[in-house]
Each structure stands twice: as structure tokens, then as C-alpha cells.
């Protein structure tokens, strides 16, 4: 007796993409390993890819959309047809959200417990592209409440706490001299001016100071304890532990932390 046929599990779209091309990307790496590795002067690749899907779309309850492949026999199903071309790496870079210039990337997840927004107007600011902290500060309540119906009352609360200073982590770093520096990671450590740093209850020295990162000079009997910055009249702790440091990572002290926690100029 033929056992019944298990139904098909939905899939994100974007899943599906992501695999598809993942599994393209590989095969561009293989065909550049075939090339170099045996100087062949010629050979084949896809000039186009076509591909047709029976599968049936649906729409869960956070507003994601899914797709499912169709079964043999199985009546109301779409037809998606992909046709697949290609891409240079200029093209992408010129096209694509520059996360690592973003003046806060958390991601609005980070501070979902400080948002008055419900699950709703989190997909709303989702489907307009805002996933980060950066980009929801340059929102205008105003403006988003006219186009979009977020109520500009409860996205400027959403501000308001994407403001809040924030200690993410912290890493143990030595200059080319042999001093032993500890840099503090996190959102809004300063707005220009300098915050003031304690560590284990003792006032430091802020070498550095930038929104993202803080460079502060540890004294030498602090081992581990708690990390107290203050700043705009605001105080925000976090945790350190000084580790061992001979393994600490190298820290090319040349120049001051621009605005984006690297070196060089603004």
C-alpha cells in the first residue's frame, strides 16, 4: 500500500533566493578553481538560467510571504517563473545599503524592549527598509506618520530610546609602545563631548571617544568590574575583564577614532 505523500514545508522567499544562489556562488568558485588550476583557455558556463515553479503562495501571520512547492496532481498552483542574470561586484557595492557607515547598525531588535511600537508598525518600518538603529534616527515622525500611519507620538518614543547610551561589549587592545588600552563598544557613548569612564569604581582616562567606541587607559590594579560611562547627563554600565594581556589584540595608535570607531580622518 503507497504511503501517503508528506506535504511540502513553506519556505521564506528570500530563503529560497538565498539558497539558490549560494548554491550558484559555489559554482562560480568551482569554475574559477577549473580555470586555475588546470590553464584551461576555455570552457562553459550559463549565459542565462530560466527557471519555472509550481508553488502556492501564502502570507503568514507576521506578514512574511511563503512559498510551497506543488505535489503531483495538486490542483491551485501558481507558476513562478525566475529568470536569473548577473551581477559585477561594482554593481552591488553602488546598489546596496552601506551597513559599515552607519552611525548606530544595532538593529532595531536591540532595543525592542525600549520601543512603544506594536508587531504591526515594526513590519511597517521593516517593509520601508529600516533594520537598523542608524536608520530609524533619520526618520522624520512627522513625515512617516503621513506617508505610513505610525503615529509620530510612538516613533518618537522609538527615538527617544534609540538615544540611550548603550555598553555592547568591550575588547582589551595594546599599543606599538607596550600600553595596555581597553576599548569599550557600544551606541551613544558620546555627542562630541568628552564622557567620563570608570572602571571598578576609579575614574580613568578617555583616549579616544567616538558614538561607537571609547579607548580608555586602564590603571594597573584593574583586573575585571563594572564599566560606568557618563555621558549628556546619562550613566550606562557594562562589565570588563582585563584578561590576559599578552594575547590582547595589537592597536596601531596613529591617529584619532573618526566618527564611524576607525582610524584616520573624518
Not at 500500500?1 to 522567499?13: F, L
Not at 574559477?32 to 549565459?47: E, I
Not at 557618563?230 to 554600565?237: D, H, I, K, P
Amino acid at each position: 500500500m503507497q504511503q501517503p505523500r508528506a506535504q511540502n514545508r513553506s519556505y521564506p522567499v528570500e530563503d529560497f533566493l538565498q539558497a539558490l544562489t549560494a548554491q550558484l556562488d559555489r559554482a562560480q568558485d568551482a569554475l574559477a578553481l577549473k580555470v586555475s588550476g588546470t590553464n584551461r583557455p576555455l570552457t562553459w558556463a550559463l549565459k542565462d538560467f530560466t527557471i519555472d515553479l509550481r508553488v502556492f503562495i501564502e502570507v503568514n501571520d507576521k506578514g512574511k510571504v511563503l512559498i510551497r512547492s506543488a505535489g503531483p496532481n495538486e490542483e491551485g498552483a501558481s507558476t513562478i517563473h525566475l529568470n536569473l542574470t548577473t551581477i559585477t561586484r561594482p554593481m552591488v557595492e553602488e546598489n546596496s545599503y552601506a551597513f559599515h557607515t552607519d552611525a548606530d547598525p544595532r538593529s532595531i531588535g536591540d532595543i525592542k524592549s525600549g520601543l512603544d511600537l506594536d508587531e504591526g508598525e515594526q513590519r511597517t518600518l521593516d517593509w520601508m527598509g529600516v533594520r537598523t538603529v542608524g536608520q530609524l534616527k533619520q526618520l522624520d515622525p512627522q513625515q512617516v506618520q503621513a506617508i505610513m500611519g505610525i503615529p509620530a507620538a510612538r516613533l518618537q518614543a522609538a527615538l527617544v530610546a534609540a538615544s540611550r547610551p548603550t555598553v555592547m561589549g568591550h575588547e582589551v587592545v595594546r599599543r606599538r609602545d607596550g600600553t595596555t588600552l581597553l576599548k569599550i563598544q557600544g551606541a551613544n557613548l558620546t555627542s562630541g563631548v568628552m564622557p567620563e569612564v570608570k572602571l571598578a569604581g576609579d575614574p580613568v582616562e578617555v583616549v579616544d571617544a567616538t558614538p561607537r567606541e571609547l579607548v580608555v587607559r586602564p590603571l594597573a590594579c584593574h583586573e575585571e568590574g563594572q564599566i560606568e560611562v557618563f555621558t549628556e547627563g546619562q550613566r550606562v554600565t557594562g562589565y570588563f575583564r582585563m584578561g590576559n594581556a599578552n594575547g590582547a589584540k595589537a592597536l596601531d595608535h596613529a591617529g584619532p577614532l573618526n566618527g564611524n570607531g576607525q582610524r584616520g580622518a573624518p
